[in-house]
């Protein structure tokens, strides 16, 4: 799944293993630990997704609340996720 904009890959529990940025974002984009993209915020970043970069973030976090990825504006990546 290509994402390009803000979107909820998953609410609940789950751990989240990487992220593949496709496409590289003009300005930075993040994975949260949020069941919506409303609550993505500092206190919930789990890994900023940095503009200007492109390739696989290792990130091997357990989450919550939910899993968002906000691919930054122009980005477009991928997830894996359990």
């Keep these: ?4 904009s803000p979107t909820v890959i ?3 529990d789950t751990v989240v293993i990487r992220v593949f940025v496709n496409k590289i974002p003009s300005v ?16 919930n970043l789990i890994s900023s ?3 200007g970069s492109i390739g696989v973030l290792e990130i091997g976090a357990q989450i919550q609340a939910g899993l968002v990825i ?3 504006t122009d980005g477009i990546c991928s997830v894996t996720y359990t």
Excluded: C, E, H, L
């Design 70 to 72: 906000d691919p930054g």
């Design 49 to 51: 997704i940095p503009a």
């Design 10 to 12: 998953k609410t609940g």
């Design 28 to 43: 930075d984009g993040g994975v949260y630990n949020s069941s919506t993209v409303q609550g993505m915020g500092a206190s």
């Design 1 to 4: 799944m290509n994402i390009s």
